[in-house]
DNA sequence: GTAGATGCAAATCTTTTGCTCGCCC
DNA sequence: GGGCGAGCAAAAGATTTGCATCTAC
């Protein structure tokens, strides 16, 4: 929200000690320049917009490389392929049921009941994936369309 | 906890009107006997130990089917594939990031927690899926091992 | 009897990897 | 210069599917 920059990605990588390639940084622009959660695959075509030149083997490693260093997160959406998102504070995912939509939400309380239960499980909370399936209030849900999206 | 016969999950095929074949009761007694969370390869196995005349195709098209059915879950561990367990109320999965073991967990808590929190967006909570990643107190975490459960 | 289920093998889809060449630091 | 990164194509791993045959209802 507060990022007015353009390719604060770029920035990120460098101060992660990352080697900095053109295909890296087209990459790192591709990610800056998506809102919502491309799987490799769209990204692929995103940064073939802007260097033609680029492989899906570089996005596959690249995107491993990213992950890695903690700079972007896999999004599990439920369809078999690996969906990608910039690191940022930690916040959760409602896919809407009915079209596969996915609105993100954050929520202090969720984060520290979560530690509270792994603290008392005897575990040190490191990371959690959560996300949330639901339909619009009113909408008549369909078991079938449910059950596809999962 | 209740379920005191062996093969509660025939009956749940049978009460949700699928055909039963031989094949498919094998399936849903490997599954009454798994009190893991094995994938399809794992399962394949252990249908075969009971009737060695399954083929992993019948493995994958009847979890399908299961799973349509709401008979079966797939939980996501991490490790790109699907794992099973039968569909039980509501509970939530603690991965232990030294050894992928899963511990798992209820709390009422959280379930109203994101009850209330989809209704506030507008939407009704269908399901969900949270998997809390950790490591036990005292453990010395080793980055590359919390990334390669990821 | 017939729609639906199974086995087998081939196909598909996503992701990874070996190898050679090129480029960043 | 030396090592790491990239491209290409082939491999690998998980899951799906076409087709002929079989079976539950």
Request: glycine letters at 6%; charged letters at 30%; proline letters at 1%.
């Amino acid at each position: 929200m507060a990022v007015t920059m353009e390719n604060a990605m770029l920035k990120k990588c460098i101060d992660a000690g990352l080697r900095m390639t053109s295909q890296r940084e087209t990459i790192a622009m591709a990610l800056d320049q998506s809102y919502d959660h491309p799987d490799a695959e769209l990204l692929y075509k995103r940064a073939n917009e802007i260097d033609s030149t680029i492989s899906i083997a570089t996005i596959y490693r690249t995107l491993g490389i990213f992950e890695r260093a903690g700079l972007v997160q896999k999004v599990d959406v439920g369809d078999g392929k690996s969906h990608y998102e910039i690191a940022r504070d930690q916040h959760e995912h409602l896919v809407d049921t009915q079209n596969g939509q996915i609105h993100e939400f954050k929520s202090e309380e969720l984060t520290a009941l979560l530690s509270e239960i792994a603290d008392k499980m005897g575990f040190e909370l490191t990371s959690h994936k959560l996300e949330v399936y639901g339909k619009k209030h009113g909408d008549v849900a369909c078991r079938c369309i449910q059950i596809k999206v999962y």
